[in-house]
C-alpha cells in the first residue's frame, strides 16, 4: 500500500492555491480553518482531518487524486453517467465525495 507524503500532499495544494491567486489566510478562511494550520498542511508538518482535506478539495475545485498523489483522473463524465445528475443543492459536496471514494477504491486495488 502506497503510504501518504504529507510534504508532497502541502505542496501540491500550496501550488493549486497560488494558481488560483490565494493567499494562505484566503484558503484558510474558506475551510474554516486558522491560517498557521493552513501553513502546516503546506509544509506537511501537521496531519489534517478528512474533514478538512474535503474542505480544501471543493475550496479549491481540485480533485482528490491530484492533491494526494498528483495524478488527476477526468473521471467525473463516468461517475455522472453511474450515479446520475447530482442536485444542485449538494453537487459540489457529492462531487467530492464520490472522487475520494474513487481514490480510496483505486488505492486499495492496487495493493
Known sequence: MQELDYAK???????????????????AKKCGISMSFMGHIERGTRIMSLDTFVN????????????????????????????????????DSYSTYVRIMKSVAEIMNEA
Do not use: F, N, Y
Not at 475545485?61 to 445528475?85: C, F, K, M, N, Y
Open 9 to 27: 500532499i502541502g505542496m501540491r495544494i500550496r501550488q493549486v492555491r497560488k494558481t488560483r491567486g490565494w493567499s494562505q489566510d484566503e484558503l
Open 56 to 91: 480544501i478539495c471543493m475550496a479549491l475545485a481540485a480533485d482528490a487524486d491530484e492533491l494526494l498523489w498528483g495524478v488527476a483522473h477526468p473521471s467525473d463524465t463516468r461517475l455522472t453517467d453511474i450515479w446520475g445528475q447530482p442536485g444542485k443543492k449538494d453537487g
